[in-house]
């Protein structure tokens, strides 16, 4: 069972450039979401989905795109990374219960 | 004020002893409580959800005070694989599942 995939685990960008991270789940979970956690900042939202073809906004959703066009697949674009979006991002998914299942993290470093 | 809110620690404390963190929230509308846990460099994974009249899951203890608006965890006869940050979660009747910053927590042999 592979649960939740996030790739890549490690990731450096130079300011101004632009990378999707992918998620992928083989749960059949109807939702999926993004955080990102900051020393001192917790696990923030960045967005989430319902469902395939539905996308909402979480806390933190500025400079990051996403789209649901799978069940399966969450991707999370950076379209002009900037030093404040090194972080760890987690990807996540769950059924009705609220019980979220995590990736293992991908760490961006921005320069 | 923040929605969900944790004393970060550290708390350092001996094998064996028992050990409590609390977890306050400011929605008193809050339908449901988790707690989590996440070692160092890898993912939170769900240590236990948090009922209304509380719940047990071997020496892991969660209680839910809505009076209060607060969550806890006890952990007792700690031991060393107990070592790990906690964080508490929240959903505030939305989609959206809020953490706190979590909780420090390291057993001392």
């Known amino acids: 069972n592979a649960g939740v995939t996030q790739t890549p685990k490690f990731q450096v960008l130079k300011t101004g450039q632009s990378m999707t991270l992918q998620c992928a789940q083989d749960?059949?979970?109807?939702?999926m979401s993004w955080y990102r956690q900051d020393p001192g900042m917790g696990l923030r939202l960045i967005h989430y989905?319902?469902?395939?073809?539905?996308?909402d906004q979480g806390e933190v959703p500025n400079g990051y795109n996403v789209s649901r066009s799978t069940t399966e697949d969450f991707p999370l674009r950076l379209l002009s990374a900037a030093p404040s979006q090194t972080s760890v991002y987690f990807c996540?998914?769950?059924?009705?219960?609220?019980?979220?299942?995590f990736g293992a993290g991908s760490r961006l470093t921005v320069l | 004020r923040k929605e969900v809110e944790q004393d970060p620690g550290p708390f350092n404390v001996p094998e064996g002893a028992t050990v409590a963190f609390n977890c306050t929230y400011s929605?008193?509308?809050?339908?449901?409580f988790f707690w989590y846990r996440q070692d160092c460099r890898k993912e939170p994974k769900l240590l236990m959800s948090?009922?209304?009249s509380g719940n047990e899951d071997g020496r892991f203890t969660a209680q839910l005070n809505r009076a209060s608006q607060y969550i806890s965890l006890l952990i007792r006869d700690s031991k060393l694989s107990d070592s790990a940050t906690y964080l508490c979660?929240?959903?505030?009747?939305?989609?959206?599942?809020?953490f706190g910053t979590g909780t420090r927590l390291t057993i001392i042999p």
């Open positions: 948090v009922y209304s």
């Open positions: 929605n008193s509308a809050s339908q449901s």
């Open positions: 979660a929240v959903n505030f009747g939305n989609e959206k599942l809020t």
């Open positions: 996540a998914s769950r059924t009705g219960a609220n019980v979220l299942t």
């Open positions: 749960m059949n979970h109807e939702y």
């Open positions: 989905s319902v469902g395939a073809g539905i996308t």
